[in-house]
């Protein structure tokens, strides 16, 4: 079990990023968070096994990769899961 924080940058808000993660986080075992940050990135926090998060990714940057200037990425192994599901949260 792992958790990726990632941190996109380029034109991703205002466009629908947020609610496209969240609904592709439907279709895979992941759970974690979405949400803008002040500077104008989008951060997004999975949890859920490396394949499983590799695959999440992929979709993300296939959906939205005419965004996405820049991402930057940070894993980590976790024991657990800290999140039950996948949501969109408050911007920061």
């Not at 991402?71 to 920061?92: G, K, L, M, Y």
Request: aromatic fraction near 8%; avoid cysteine.
């Amino acid at each position: 079990m792992e958790r990726v924080t990632v941190r996109y940058l380029g034109r991703v808000q205002g466009v629908g990023f947020r609610a496209t993660a969240a609904h592709l986080a439907q279709g895979f075992e992941v759970t974690g968070f979405v949400r803008n940050v002040h500077d104008g990135s989008v951060e997004l926090v999975a949890e859920g096994e490396p394949p499983e998060l590799r695959k999440f990714l992929n979709a993300i940057a296939t959906q939205m990769g005419n965004k996405i200037v820049e991402q930057r990425e940070q894993w980590e192994p976790i024991e657990r899961r800290t999140f039950d599901r996948f949501t969109i949260e408050a911007s920061i």
